[in-house]
Nanobody, 127 residues
């Protein structure tokens, strides 16, 4: 069964760092843009970052620009999100996702643009 599996979440103090990983099982992601989203309690799922298939282009939400870094290893079929200088407002469930097309067709920040999702990993930042 094709699935994305996130790991690396946890509890961290404000100012700390975490590294999230997303492993693909049963599907190859090397031809697709990959991304991260997050969803805080009572809020809609929001775009965090995306990386094109070769890693040559990366996009970030304004709220994480300069603090988060997305990367990928196509040989290992993994995508990572390095999160630094974490803030309490970064607290959310973080989801890995695969873009629905092999070419840019819809905005990254639209959840309908992504057709494979992981189950999420909880990130909690304490103040």
């Amino acid at each position: 069964q094709a699935q994305l599996v996130e790991s690396g979440g946890g509890l961290v103090q404000a100012g700390g760092s975490l590294r999230l990983s997303c492993a693909a099982r049963g599907l190859s992601n090397s031809m697709w843009t990959m991304g991260w989203f997050r969803q805080a309690p009572g809020k809609e799922r929001e775009f965090v970052a995306a990386i094109t298939r070769t890693g040559s282009n990366k996009s970030y939400a304004d709220s994480v620009q300069g603090r988060f870094t997305i990367s990928r290893d196509n040989a290992k079929n993994t995508v990572s999100l390095e999160m630094n200088n974490l803030k309490p407002e970064d607290t959310a469930v973080y989801y890995c996702a695969r873009y629905s097309a092999t070419y840019y067709s819809r905005p990254y920040d639209d959840t309908r643009s992504w057709n494979y999702w992981g189950q999420g990993t909880q990130v909690t930042v304490s103040s």
